[in-house]
């Protein structure tokens, strides 16, 4: 299922506050809220013993950590784990599992709290590495532990592009990075009303050319990954798997856990396979177990489509707001903008130009962030009215404003994560089956077309897809009860763009042992995220084990960047 991390952003969110700002005022200089956690002390989970090593994999659960302070963090410690390759042949190859651990300020925690921030294919480094995105009360009760899914990141790696490709990526972000006579002869272009306007050249998506397309990146990523064979065992079940071993090497007889967006279900599989095991587990955003892969993008795009309309009435709600007339309008007036860039994309003083892709993309990820739509209103505005792409750019890449880092640093980050950015075709396709023929999945692709007009391009055909990557596993959807397994707190926003609302209702009621925590706001992730009623809410049930009361709705809280 297609999502975005959902804190993936958050770190670099602050650097396009600032930019953004500075941009909508002219200028401006920048420089250097969480809320309160409930005071009651926290009280381990009383479990009687550990449970028994699968057999055949002693080696695996009984191995020890080398723990030492991170390179990039002292005050974070890293280790690596090793994992099989395919739990069916554990004295096979292995793979690294990287791991980064943020240890409890008291210095006396209950346990290991992990951690999963969606994807599937989000870096759990990069999120436990965040500011702000766990309570004070929760950093002082575990040790936080975020770990690179198998496939992901600083674990081995699934790598899509050939070396020369990378270092061609890491060359275009350097020039993105840079100044001067680029970004000039951009301003002179869009300045010359006889230069030419072509437009960019979007092949029509089929099922064939999807089909062919994953076919040729599918063969690149076995090609070009330190393992070849890890393309066909980065399903769930096997990530699972490698968060009990985690689970074990921490020293705690139960997983505790907190997982958003496709975290969600990677918790839920957890649950399903390790009932016994189970901890204090919060599952946020949830997605539904049950349902099929284009079910899933099919009701996925509806949602994105219905943020949209969400954001336009708050812009027009507003100040400032560049959309005009009533929400209908001021959707088509988007797509216009769109249409527009598709054509003669936005000129911008930062980065590259803004074309119809990147601007989509940008929308798109901007709805997972409702705080941030009064940034969008005056990145919008500037396009709108000054035919300036640059503020939509700074929201789009971040790290254009990110005067802190070696750029040569940034580069070769961008080529590692352009090259491992199909981690989550890799898991999908071996997650979900490949259903119907190529009238169904025309059939569908027309479906999201009608559902999304505006925000849907590039969610169709995720079957044909599939088939043409051709890396499967005989896994099938389904209800998941998990008996047996400890109270599972499932939290669902009613606006969420990528997850909808019925999705946590679905798998709050197929869970024996759920209670669900509905959220009345907008956006994707609520925990850090929507104010105090939900922070307290998950953090007496992790900290104490203190079920919300039944029924219990949170109206969000947030503030505008």
Not at 154 to 165: A, D, G, I, K, V
Not at 240 to 254: C, E, H, I
Request: hydrophobic share 35%; aromatic share 6%.
């Amino acid at each position: 299922m297609r999502t975005t991390t959902t804190h993936k952003r958050l770190g670099a969110r602050a650097l396009a506050v600032a930019a953004v700002s500075c941009l909508a005022v002219s200028a401006c200089t920048t420089g250097g809220g969480a809320a309160k956690g409930a005071s009651a002390p926290a009280s381990p989970v009383d479990a009687q013993s550990a449970p028994p090593v699968p057999a055949g994999l002693e080696t695996f659960y009984n191995q020890k950590l080398d723990w030492k302070e991170c390179d990039d963090d002292a005050s974070f410690q890293c280790a690596t784990a090793k994992v099989p390759l395919n739990y069916d042949e554990p004295s096979g190859k292995t793979i690294d599992l990287a791991l980064k651990k943020l240890p409890s300020t008291s210095g006396k925690p209950i346990g290991t709290l992990l951690t999963n921030p969606g994807g599937p294919g989000g870096s759990g480094l990069e999120y436990v590495s965040q500011e702000g995105v766990f309570s004070d009360a929760l950093r002082a009760g575990y040790d936080i532990l975020g770990f690179d899914p198998r496939g992901v990141g600083e674990s081995t790696p699934l790598t899509c592009l050939s070396p020369q490709e990378m270092s061609e990526v890491a060359e275009a972000t350097l020039q993105q990075k840079s100044s001067g006579a680029t970004n000039q002869q951009q301003d002179d272009d869009a300045a010359d009303p006889q230069q030419d306007s072509m437009p960019v050249d979007f092949e029509e998506e089929t099922a064939e050319s999807t089909e062919k397309t994953a076919a040729e990146l599918a063969a690149k990523c076995k090609q070009y990954s330190p393992e070849p064979d890890l393309i066909d065992h980065m399903d769930t079940a096997s990530v699972a798997r490698d968060m009990d071993v985690l689970r074990a090497l921490s020293g705690d007889a139960r997983l505790h856990y907190l997982g958003t967006s496709y975290g969600t279900y990677l918790g839920a599989r957890y649950a399903e396979m390790f009932p016994a095991n189970v901890g204090r587990m919060v599952l946020d955003s949830a997605q539904n177990p049950a349902q099929e892969n284009a079910e899933n993008i099919v009701q996925q795009a509806e949602s994105i489509e219905k943020s949209l309309r969400a954001y336009v009435e708050h812009c027009q709600a507003g100040e400032d707001c560049p959309l005009t007339g009533d929400v209908d309008s001021g959707v088509e007036q988007i797509r216009q903008l769109i249409e527009k860039a598709s054509i003669t994309p936005l000129p911008s003083t930062q980065g590259d130009p803004v074309d119809g892709a990147t601007l989509t993309k940008t929308l798109i990820d901007m709805m997972y962030d409702n705080s941030a739509w009064d940034l969008l209103t005056a990145a919008l505005s500037q396009a709108i009215k000054n035919n300036d792409g640059t503020a939509l750019a700074v929201l789009t890449n971040p790290s254009l404003v990110d005067d802190e880092t070696d750029p040569q640093e940034l580069a070769e980050k961008e080529a590692r994560d352009t090259a491992n950015e199909n981690a989550i075709s890799a898991v999908d396709c071996l997650d979900y089956p490949v259903r119907g023929d190529k009238s169904k999945w025309d059939e569908q692709a027309a479906k999201i077309k009608e559902v999304a007009p505006t925000l849907g391009t590039g969610l169709g055909y995720p079957d044909a897809f599939c088939k043409g990557w051709g890396h499967h596993t005989d896994h099938q959807p389904g209800k998941i009860r998990a008996t047996g397994a400890a109270p599972i707190l499932v939290v669902g926003i009613t606006g969420d763009p990528a997850t909808p609302y019925q999705w946590a209702k679905d798998l709050a009621a197929q869970l024996d042992s759920a209670r669900l925590l509905t959220v009345e706001g907008n956006g994707h992730g609520a925990y850090k995220r929507k104010g105090d009623c939900v922070d307290n809410t998950v953090d007496n049930y992790l900290l104490r084990g203190e079920l919300p009361e039944k029924d219990l709705t949170c109206k969000e809280e947030i503030k505008q960047y």
